[in-house]
């Protein structure tokens, strides 16, 4: 089968080739690969149809959206109004699971995650806290639920930016039980581009702990002091955890 570049593609199709990046990082592209740093795209591929109406929105674009609504600093001396600062039950929800995990109730914790069943975009975002959560609880049954949840995700979303986001919480898992070899290549490398840009300091404090795993904690500090370059906003959150 003959492949063309993003950019013939772009030229092709008669649209941007930000534009085409953009369906390659959403998975829109049926037989589209990988090559290194570069897409390859079947010649014969079809420009992807513009999305459903307004109630299934794209995974990618509706995670995008929860992250940027909910990652906010919360307040120094009343962390729950924080909850005042989104209006959707749903990102109040994640919200609440994450208060619940700083205060340690991990009951919380999990009946939230429990309650994020059919909304992707949130459960992915509460995976992370979750997964690390069955780990600290012994829950092997919530642990194997929620990998099994990623790895639909992964499959489903291979080399697009939500497929980064769940390896990032198994990668999660995997630092929490002191398990380096299993963490993700791109993570081990420090190859962050896949992540989405409000998601990174996550991914800098994964790095660390894997560092922390090796026991090589001169590169662990030098990795922790990269995340000081990120806004506040998302430190506040590197920092809680």
Same mark, same amino acid.
């Given at each position: 089968?003959?492949? @063309? !570049? ?8 008669? @649209? ?13 592209i049926?037989?589209?690969?990988? $090559?290194? &740093? ?12 513009d999305?459903? #109406? ?27 109004a $924080? ?16 208060? =619940? ?8 914790v ?7 069943? #059919? ?8 995976? !992370? *806290?979750?997964?690390?959560? =069955? ?16 790895? !639909?995700?992964?499959? =489903?979303?291979? #080399?697009?930016?939500? !497929?980064?986001?769940?390896? *990032? ?8 039980? @002191? ?10 490398? #420090? ?27 001169? $590169?662990? *500090? ?5 995340? *000081? ?7 506040? &959150?590197?920092?809680?955890r």
């Open positions: 089968m003959e492949h @063309i !570049s993003a950019r013939q593609t772009a030229e092709r199709w008669g @649209i941007s080739l930000r534009r085409v990046q953009i369906y390659l990082q959403e998975g829109r049926a037989g589209a690969v990988r $090559v290194g &740093r570069l897409w390859m795209i079947p010649a014969d591929a079809e420009k992807p149809g999305l459903c #109406g307004p109630k299934q929105k794209c995974l990618s674009t509706d995670f995008a959206q929860v992250i940027e609504a909910t990652i906010v600093p919360m307040p120094r001396h009343h962390p729950a $924080v909850l005042d600062t989104v209006g959707e039950d749903r990102l109040r929800l994640h919200l609440e699971g994450e208060l =619940a995990y700083l205060c340690g109730d991990f009951e919380r999990i009946a939230c995650f429990h309650c994020t069943k #059919g909304d992707d975009a949130v459960r992915l975002c509460a995976c !992370s *806290l979750t997964i690390a959560t =069955a780990i600290t609880t012994g829950d092997y049954v919530l642990f194997s639920e929620i990998e099994v949840y990623l790895k !639909s995700i992964i499959d =489903a979303n291979i #080399g697009t930016a939500i !497929s980064a986001v769940a390896q *990032l919480s198994l990668d999660t898992a995997y630092v929490s039980a @002191i398990a380096p070899n299993m963490v993700s290549d791109w993570l081990k490398s #420090g190859d962050l581009r896949a992540v989405p840009s409000k998601v990174k300091p996550d991914a800098v404090y994964r790095r660390v702990k894997y560092f922390q795993c090796l026991g090589k904690f001169d $590169v662990m *500090l030098a990795t922790a002091q990269t995340g *000081l370059a990120f806004p506040t906003a998302s430190l506040h &959150r590197l920092r809680s």
